[in-house]
Structures are given as C-alpha cells and as structure tokens.
C-alpha cells in the first residue's frame, strides 16, 4: 500500500480552457491499468476546449449543474450525480453553465487530443 499526499490544484492551461477551471489530480497513468483521474472544477460560463481523447472519457458530475456536447448534437445540461461517456476519438466539449459552478471527476486512459476554443456562440446555443 501507497499513501500519497495530496497534490497542490492547478489552473487549467487556457489552451484547453475558456473561464476559470481547476484541477486536482488524482492520479496519473499508473502502471498497469493506466487511469487518469482528476476533479476539474468550472467556474460559471468555464468550459473545456472542442477535445477527444484515446480510449474515451467519463465524468462523473459530484456537484453543481453543467452542459456537455458531443460534435454535430444538441447541447445537454448535467447535474450532480450524472454520468457522461464519450467514446475513444469523440470529439466534445464540456463546462459549467453561465449562472452556476460545476465539478465533476475525469477517469480517461489515453491521450487526449485539444482542438479550437468553444466560441461564445455554440456556448449559448445550450438548452
């Protein structure tokens, strides 16, 4: 058995974010399942880059409300206790909405893949 510390949270790099986000990580990529997992922490109207990632990605919503869109679908809101799977190599977005903070737990296992910056415009075009 392995007792880690916690490590300090970090502000998202604003190539993948728009907003202020927040990121404990969990853990990283150990040998041999690989998972990574973090809490990423959305400040309202924060949201992620237009990203995919190999092997897929899960969320787990532990608080707050949020919106989630897979490319060419609707924009969907989220709330606490919500699971959101996107497949290997889906490209996707994900953030709090304009009036509330959103956290949800990241469980990926490969590479993630960042594109374009989410504009204002596909933002607001939520529910």
């Given amino acids: 058995m392995e007792l880690r510390s916690k490590q300090a949270t970090v502000k ?5 974010f ?8 969990v853990t990283r990529g150990a040998q041999p399942s690989h998972p990574n997992v973090a809490v990423v922490h959305f400040t309202p109207g924060a949201r992620t880059a237009w990203h995919s990632h190999d092997g897929g990605q899960t969320l787990y919503v532990t608080e707050g409300a949020g919106l989630v869109q897979s490319r060419g679908e609707g924009v969907v809101e989220v709330r606490a206790g919500d699971v959101i799977h996107t497949p290997d190599g889906e490209e996707h977005w994900h953030g709090g909405t304009p009036d509330r903070f959103m956290t949800h737990l ?9 594109g ?8 607001r075009a939520g529910p």
């Fill in 106 to 114: 990241s469980i990926t296992s490969g590479e993630a893949h960042w």
């Fill in 116 to 123: 374009p910056h989410v504009t204002d415009e596909e933002y």
């Fill in 18 to 25: 728009t907003g202020d986000v927040w990121i404990d990580a």
């Fill in 12 to 16: 998202g790099p604003g190539d993948w």
